[in-house]
Nanobody, 114 residues
């Protein structure tokens, strides 16, 4: 059973940065893509960024330029670098991985204070 464990969330002031990590229990080479989603209170879960096994990336249009997704296959880990954070980025951030199945992490809270 694949497990994804997120870390790196926390409280940060507006304008600050955080780097989220998503560690998989096994090789991430088995996934066609990995991604980060977020869900704010009373809002639907939305895609933040995704990266394919070949390294192609896709971002939510409103976040492009502030957020960067990457992966380290040797460490079985995907990352989300978040810069110039805004209060509206406050949400629970979830890691996602997909092949013929879809896997989710438990989420990590990111809170941006104004």
């Amino acid at each position: 059973q694949v497990q994804l464990v997120e870390s790196g969330g926390g409280l940060v002031q507006a304008g600050g940065s955080l780097r989220l990590s998503c560690a998989a229990s096994g090789s991430i080479l088995i996934f066609d893509a990995m991604g980060w989603y977020r869900q704010a209170p009373e809002k639907e879960r939305e895609l933040v960024a995704a990266i394919t096994s070949g390294g192609s990336t896709n971002y939510a249009h409103s976040l492009k330029g502030r957020f960067t997704i990457s992966r380290d296959n040797a460490k079985n880990t995907a990352y989300l670098q978040m810069d110039s954070l805004k209060p509206e980025d406050t949400a629970v951030y979830y890691c996602n991985a997909a092949n013929h199945n879809t896997y989710w992490g438990q989420g990590t809270q990111v809170t941006v204070s104004s």
